[in-house]
T-cell receptor, first 114, second 116 residues
């Protein structure tokens, strides 16, 4: 079946530190991959996406590369800010599923300290 | 129209009561999704509509749950005879389904249900 595994949080970093949040997936075929972010009291927002192997999604300084050989889509940012504190969800969308429903990981909470 | 809205944002009810949530999608979006998110977990798919047709229901959606989208615009999710295990955040998302790229889902802020 299809599933997403994320590193457990919370991840606590100092401002300007380098961030990596690991995400691996299991899927039949080649899914599209996403990172969503959830700020306190708000809905999920799409952060970035990649639709095929070796694609790199990027937005707001965050990046993730679709690695088919390792079935991974790790989220990285070179220098985090306090405002990046949120919960980050990795998700996949099976290519063969016409519903386009998303399958999410359990989320990783990031806390950035000044 | 600035995004997906959900009402109410919070609902506290007693076990055994019925509750109904509403979702208003982005106006031109033809697809509407419901997800459930329990504490410390990611959202899990419940059901989705294309226009007014409910096309898929998850096994998570027991017969106490019913969802409608009567005119292909807003949707309601009703839970009958609530149980404590129904306590969760109920998320609604909408998208414009089309061939090729896109189909991005936009999420509402969610309705947090607490069953006492």
């Amino acid at each position: 079946g299809n599933s997403v595994t994320q590193m457990e949080g919370p991840v606590t970093l100092s401002e300007e530190a380098f961030l990596t949040i690991n995400c691996t997936y299991t899927a039949t075929g080649y899914p599209s991959l996403f990172w969503y972010v959830q700020y306190p009291g708000e809905g999920l927002q799409l952060l970035l996406k990649a639709t095929k192997a070796d694609d790199k999604g990027s937005n707001k300084g965050f990046e993730a590369t679709y690695r088919k050989e390792t079935t991974s889509f790790h989220l990285e940012k070179g220098s985090v800010q306090v405002s990046d504190s949120a919960v980050y969800f990795c998700a996949l969308r099976p290519r063969e599923d016409s519903s386009y429903k998303l399958i999410f990981g359990s989320g990783t909470r990031l806390l950035v300290r000044p | 129209d600035t995004g997906v809205s959900q009402d109410p944002r919070h609902k506290i009810t007693k076990r055994g009561q019925n509750v109904t949530f509403r979702c208003d999608p982005i106006s031109e979006h033809n697809r509407l999704y419901w997800y459930r998110q329990t504490l410390g977990q990611g959202p899990e798919f419940l059901t989705y509509f294309q226009n007014e047709a409910q096309l898929e229901k998850s096994r998570l959606l027991s017969d106490r749950f019913s969802a409608e989208r009567p005119k292909g615009s807003f949707s309601t999710l009703e839970i009958q005879r609530t149980e404590q295990g129904d306590s969760a955040m109920y998320l609604c998302a909408s998208s414009l389904a089309r061939q090729g790229a896109g189909n991005e889902q936009f999420f509402g802020p969610g309705t947090r249900l607490t069953v006492l």
